[in-house]
């Protein structure tokens, strides 16, 4: 017999109901659940959090750990996609391109030599997304640590971010040539030093020579 949540059926002589708990769902469903949401995500290489999207058991270094380790995890695949797709198949479309002569130089409108390929392919790249941390300044100061230092280039905390140099240059200079267009200045000068005046004692003697 099939009997839908709320409803009553008068059962026939004879017949006892067991079935009916009113205590269900148990006290324990919410941690088994629960446990069942962790073994899907450590299936699925994602933080728990973001994949059941409860946050109430998660602090700040749970959350730091977690996620750092899926974005690993993300990293790997994306590579992989770059690798086994995208790359090949810019590869297949540059050669087809060049043979037909589609693609031109913008100044002069010639088509781009067909026997360079390899040199063209060879720089192509593509910037997978990158994710930003919850703590954007210390982000920027220790990026600009690691460029005093030498420990890191401009375009690798470009990459970090999931933009390229060159876009951020080209954006630089747009603004600039932008403001000047304007008659405005980019941010604030610095304030020139002061000069020193010396004490009454100390100023040179204005009296004339004997």
């Not at 590579?79 to 100044?107: H, K, M, N, Q, T």
């Amino acid at each position: 017999m099939q009997a839908e949540p709320g409803e009553f059926i008068e059962a026939p002589n004879g017949y006892k109901l067991d079935s009916w708990n009113p205590e269900y769902p148990h006290a324990n469903f919410e941690s088994f659940l629960k446990a069942c949401v962790r073994g899907l995500a450590v299936g699925l290489n994602v933080a728990t959090h973001n994949l059941s999207g409860d946050m109430t058991e998660v602090n700040y270094s749970s959350a730091r750990i977690a996620e750092l380790a899926e974005r690993e995890i993300w990293m790997e695949l994306q590579e992989w996609l770059i690798s086994s797709l995208l790359l090949p198949l810019y590869r297949e479309w540059l050669a087809s391109a060049l043979l037909r002569g589609e693609i031109v130089f913008a100044d002069s409108g010639k088509s781009l030599p067909a026997d360079k390929l390899q040199k063209f392919a060879a720089a192509a790249r593509f910037q997978a997304r990158r994710w930003a941390w919850v703590d954007p300044l210390k982000d920027a100061q220790s990026s600009a640590l690691l460029i005093k230092n030498g420990l890191a280039s401009r375009t690798s905390i470009a990459a970090s971010q999931g933009r390229e140099l060159e876009d951020i240059v080209d954006e630089l200079a747009q603004e600039e040539a932008l403001f000047e267009a304007a008659g405005l200045e980019i941010g604030e000068k610095p304030a020139a030093p002061a000069q020193q005046q010396m004490p009454d004692s100390e100023e040179p003697s204005k009296e004339p020579a004997a």
